[in-house]
């Protein structure tokens, strides 16, 4: 526990410290214009990874990410995040926080996690088809490096019966030599990843660089602790999902060396950090939708320490038993998470469908039915649809449909 001169946050610095090193402080109106690489690298240091996931029932989740601070058209954040990652080679894609985007500076702080699975410290069916598919393995790497960039499509598929995940023996493969870090992601087409060779992809200065395991988690946890803002042990060792007991390890050495400061927070059962150069500016939210997959949220536990918000996504839930909907996005209002709204994007109709809109306790707060009518009409836009479509579930269907209907 902290020794009694710890220093104290009350809940609402915590909160204000957090959306702040997250990007996600009022700031005016967002103004497409206004994007262009480097905002999107300011965004960059704001959160440091990027996770990508497949599911588009919205949006791309990174691109809801993108959003949520940097405003612009979906087709500009798109064309934007493709340029930096693909053609400057500003971001670069790895195994940090899942497959995530990363600046690509901090891609030799990988390397540890790189070597671990050169020894088996990787997902289960992927070592398993390595260890008796060596050859074929070695195949697929030649064939990278006399062809160029590939998909695991153009390279052949050899999918068996009961192979891992579905995938295809190729695909298993490519996947093994992108955690092993022989081959990167050159650029993708409809979302499909294009392989090449790690030294063909990223500057030989990047290549070249390496830290010792130890000192390469510390530098991930004081990252971390910047990103964060504030934040336990557990969430510090889970934004970059480094082996928790090594990382907690970490954090300890940081603590007693002084690089991270040792905090009680109001309503918290552990201590909390914070990176030194942190300090408390009293901080207003932006009224935005957050991606399931956002940094803010995605740790659940933190979500509820820091929100008092029980997230929980339902994707894999069978219809009849989810509580909320499919894919329900936070919505986040005057720094508290208020609401949360189960939504699609519905191509042929050309409407943003919303299924079910939530507000947190048990009245509706009219101010925050009005934040999320204006924000779900942004986001109707952002995505080109033509308008929206309420649905019944909720305590904030009715509200929303009176907002709307004025």
């Not at 990174?62 to 971001?91: C, F, I, M, P, T």
């Not at 490096?145 to 999918?159: E, I, N, T, V, Y």
């Amino acid at each position: 526990m902290p020794g009694p001169k710890a220093e104290e946050l009350s809940a609402y610095q915590a909160r204000s410290i957090a959306l702040a090193a997250q990007g996600l402080q009022q700031s005016g109106k967002l103004v497409s214009k206004e994007l262009n690489i480097y905002a999107l690298r300011r965004t960059f240091q704001d959160i440091g990874v990027l996770q990508i996931d497949a599911v588009s029932v919205v949006a791309r989740s990174h691109l809801l990410v993108l959003r949520s601070r940097l405003g612009s058209s979906q087709e500009r954040l798109l064309e934007v995040l493709n340029r930096s990652a693909y053609k400057r080679r500003d971001l670069t894609e790895y195994w940090c926080h899942e497959a995530s985007y990363l600046p690509v500076q901090d891609w030799p702080l990988f390397k540890w996690r790189m070597q671990e699975a050169q020894s088996g410290k990787v997902w289960k069916g992927i070592w398993d088809f390595v260890t008796n598919n060596r050859k074929f393995v070695e195949a697929v790497h030649e064939k990278i490096r006399d062809l160029g960039p590939s998909s695991a499509g153009q390279l052949g598929s050899q999918k068996k019966k009961g192979s891992w995940w579905s995938w295809s023996d190729t695909k298993i493969a490519l996947e093994w030599l992108f955690w092993v870090g022989a081959v990167a992601v050159s650029h993708r087409e409809n979302f499909t990843r294009f392989y090449d060779l790690s030294e063909r992809v990223l500057p030989a200065e990047i290549l070249g660089s390496a830290l010792p395991a130890n000192q390469a988690q510390r530098e991930l946890i004081l990252k971390a602790s910047r990103h964060l803002g504030v934040a336990t042990a557990e969430d510090l060792v889970d934004y970059h999902r480094l082996p928790k007991v090594e990382g907690k390890k970490r954090v300890g050495e940081l603590a007693e060396d002084k690089l991270l400061r040792e905090v009680v927070v109001e309503g918290w059962d552990r201590p909390g950090y914070l990176h030194p150069k942190t300090s408390f500016e009293k901080t207003t939210s932006r009224s935005v939708l957050l991606s399931p997959f956002d940094p803010l949220v995605w740790f659940r536990p933190r979500a509820r320490r820091l929100f008092d918000f029980d997230y929980r996504l339902e994707i894999y839930i069978p219809a009849e038993k989810r509580i909320h909907g499919y894919y329900v996005l936070p919505f986040l209002d005057r720094n508290k998470l208020r609401a949360r709204v189960d939504v699609k994007a519905n191509s042929e109709k050309n409407i943003l469908e919303v299924r079910g809109a939530y507000g947190e306790g048990r009245t509706v707060d009219q101010e925050t039915a009005e934040s999320l009518a204006h924000e779900l009409q942004a986001l109707a836009s952002w995505r080109n649809l033509d308008g929206l479509k309420i649905g019944k579930r909720g305590n904030l269907a009715n509200p929303l449909k009176r907002i709307l209907s004025k």
